[in-house]
């Protein structure tokens, strides 16, 4: 036999071979590209909206009506949107939390209400000891006294970010296990017209949006095309970013999202205060907090991202689910499996959260606890398709 016979069919699997790797590289290289796509258009929607939130802040401030109060607080939960789906970008040392990232300025809570502003227990009882109030050693309110007030004595002295807006625009949530559970605050719009600390309070709420505007827009101008964490992620190894990409979604889904801003608060049912570990509580916005991290989960995985105006960014055939697909197409069902159930139950988490996880327990099996075990389950699916593409990543917190 002709020798030449006999080797065609080692020459065609080594082509069969050659050609699978250039495959698979070509399209880690377009996920890659697809992610930093998605990233900036996410990073421009939050920008732009805290713009709006500015707006929406200064009418209250300059108008102050029951009208503008409301306007307000649409704006601030329209700006959480698409900051809820930019999450999913952390964990990894990114621009949004390396050791110079924002993200303790824009996000961090839970949020001590007496550092800020006055706060009415119980009895009716109130104390005005916090910034706002305290002339003598917050003279004026600025940009650098307030962003080197942050966290000052205890991680709980939050003094700027969304949820300092948010506690500006609500006030308390008087929401307990015993009363008023899932009304979130009433702040009168009196505090920013009659109230005497009405001008200061007005200061401090402009001042916050300004930080809010200037950290994201330091953020988007990292990720736009030619930016500097945009160009340095593009220069990386292929598998070096990919694993990035999954570490963030991996451990926002099953420790971040699923146990400190869920398992955490249910848990603290048995000491009947779980609205201390609700994220957006003055708002009863907790449950779009969990949807839109949940959704960028989604988007990173899926390849594309809805933008505020509708558009759809991306590509989903340059996603991490078709690049698992194409080397171990049961870990993709897998994970596309995982995705959907954890999606589907975020968004069927009965609203508001504050009411509804007092009604639940770790012991039982309500919705709460099934959206927590439907992202862990996200979670171990996304490190399995790490694995998949010979990829090793933790979905652990780092300490």
Known sequence: MNKSLLLLPVIVVILFSA??????????????????????ASYEDSYNEAVELKTALENLVNTPSQATLDAAKT???????????????????????DA???????????????????????????????????????????????????????????????HAIEFLLWGQDFADVNQNVGQGGNRPFTDYSTDPMATRRG???????????????????EWEEGGAYRTSFLALDTDEAISKILTGAGILSKS??????????????AANNPQEDEHSCFADNTHRDIITNA???????????????????????????????L????????????????????????????????????ADNGPILQSIQALQAQGDQIAAGATALGLTISTDLPE
């Open 295 to 325: 959704q960028g989960i989604n988007n990173v995985l899926s390849g594309t991202y809805t933008s505020v105006n509708g558009t759809v960014v991306g590509n989903a055939d340059h996603s991490i689910i078709k690049l698992v697909e």
């Open 327 to 362: 080397v171990d197409e049961t870990a993709a069902t897998s994970l596309s499996a995982a995705m959907a159930t954890a999606l589907t139950n975020a968004e069927a988490i009965p609203v508001p959260f504050d009411k509804y996880v007092t009604e639940e327990s770790v």
């Open 19 to 40: 050609c699978g790797k250039k495959k698979i590289k070509t399209l880690k290289d377009d996920v890659v590209s697809n992610y930093v796509t998605i990233v900036y």
């Open 256 to 269: 971040e999202l699923a146990g400190e801003r869920m398992f955490v608060a249910l848990e603290a049912n």
């Open 75 to 97: 704006a601030w939960k329209e700006a959480r949107e698409p900051y809820g789906q930019t999450e999913v970008y952390r964990f990894y040392d990114g621009p949004i939390d």
């Open 100 to 162: 110079d990232g924002p993200e303790g300025n824009l996000n961090a809570w839970p949020l001590d209400e007496n550092y800020i502003d006055y706060v009415t227990d119980a009895n009716g009882v109130v104390t005005a000891t916090g910034i706002i109030h305290n002339i003598i050693t917050y003279p004026n309110i600025t940009a650098e006294v307030l962003g080197g007030a942050n966290e000052q004595g205890s991680e709980k002295n939050i003094s700027i970010g969304y």
């Open 203 to 221: 200061q401090y709420l402009l001042v916050c949006a300004d930080l809010l505007i200037a950290d994201l827009a330091s953020l988007k101008a």
